[in-house]
């Protein structure tokens, strides 16, 4: 009987110790896991706002697989050919969100339009290529609204000359990427000219609206608004 009973005591001890054994090698093995590096795509160098990147700006950096996020690049080709939207520091991973390659362009749903001289009464001379702006119309028979929602983006802004207005010492793209108010501001009043051109990008029901209502006498008011400055900080409010 004692035999017996001796004989399942060490049947339990071994099962018990052989699950001891395996969850101490599944615990090590999901601990190997997380330390796990994976390499992931940082500068070699500080990369300027506004500065398009090349492959050999770029390296490699170790990182636990733990700590890496799918806005993460892995390969420097990624970055190839794009702009940074803000600055990049020396071995600080490249996120895609800081990445872009045309930012001036439409989206599949726009085209860009320059909008007729005769069609504008006024514009704000503080926008710049890159703003986002609000559209009025008004007239002697028109009444005066806001025809879209949502702020429309400035392509470009030219001068009589066909020069895009911009302060030549600190464009105001790179001011805004920087995240520098105070820069905004200075190239804002430091134009090279006054606005005699505006292109923006606008899907064909905007521009139709437009043409349909200058055409109907109405005269558009083109004005600043802040959410280009906003973007940008909320986008940096939502990566930290």
């Not at 109405?218 to 930290?240: C, M």
């Given at each position: 009987m004692n035999r017996k009973r001796n004989t399942a005591i060490s049947l339990a001890a071994a099962v018990l110790s052989g699950?001891?054994?395996?969850?101490?090698?599944?615990?090590?093995?999901?601990?190997?896991?997380?330390?796990?590096?994976?390499?992931?795509?940082?500068?070699?160098?500080?990369?300027?706002?506004?500065?398009?990147?090349?492959?050999?700006?770029?390296?490699?950096?170790?990182?636990?697989?733990?700590?890496?996020?799918?806005?993460?690049?892995?390969q420097p080709q990624e970055a190839d050919g794009w702009e940074a939207v803000v600055p990049l520091g020396v071995d600080e991973p490249v996120l895609k969100w800081k990445l872009d390659r045309y930012r001036l362009m439409p989206n599949r749903s726009e085209s860009t339009f320059q909008i007729p001289r005769s069609y504008v009464l006024s514009v704000s001379n503080g926008i710049r290529a890159g703003d986002r702006v609000m559209v009025y119309v008004t007239g002697e028979n028109t009444a005066s609204v806001r025809l879209f929602d949502e702020p429309v983006t400035v392509?470009?802004?030219?001068?009589?000359?066909?020069?895009?207005?911009?302060?030549?010492?600190?464009?105001?793209?790179?001011?805004?990427?920087?995240?520098?108010?105070?820069?905004?501001?200075?190239s804002r009043r430091d134009a090279n000219a006054m606005i005699d051109y505006v292109n923006l990008n606008l899907t064909e029901e905007q521009w139709m609206r437009i043409d349909e209502q200058c055409k109907g006498g109405g005269k558009l008011v083109i004005a600043y608004s802040p959410t280009s400055f906003d973007a940008v900080q909320d986008g940096r409010s939502e990566e930290q």
């Amino acid at each position: 009987m004692n035999r017996k009973r001796n004989t399942a005591i060490s049947l339990a001890a071994a099962v018990l110790s052989g699950v001891l054994v395996y969850s101490i090698y599944v615990v090590q093995l999901r601990h190997v896991q997380e330390q796990e590096m994976v390499r992931v795509v940082v500068p070699k160098r500080f990369i300027a706002a506004g500065e398009r990147i090349a492959a050999e700006d770029l390296t490699y950096m170790p990182l636990s697989r733990s700590a890496v996020n799918e806005a993460m690049l892995l390969q420097p080709q990624e970055a190839d050919g794009w702009e940074a939207v803000v600055p990049l520091g020396v071995d600080e991973p490249v996120l895609k969100w800081k990445l872009d390659r045309y930012r001036l362009m439409p989206n599949r749903s726009e085209s860009t339009f320059q909008i007729p001289r005769s069609y504008v009464l006024s514009v704000s001379n503080g926008i710049r290529a890159g703003d986002r702006v609000m559209v009025y119309v008004t007239g002697e028979n028109t009444a005066s609204v806001r025809l879209f929602d949502e702020p429309v983006t400035v392509a470009s802004v030219k001068s009589s000359n066909n020069v895009e207005v911009d302060n030549a010492d600190q464009s105001n793209l790179m001011s805004l990427a920087d995240n520098d108010k105070e820069r905004m501001y200075a190239s804002r009043r430091d134009a090279n000219a006054m606005i005699d051109y505006v292109n923006l990008n606008l899907t064909e029901e905007q521009w139709m609206r437009i043409d349909e209502q200058c055409k109907g006498g109405g005269k558009l008011v083109i004005a600043y608004s802040p959410t280009s400055f906003d973007a940008v900080q909320d986008g940096r409010s939502e990566e930290q």
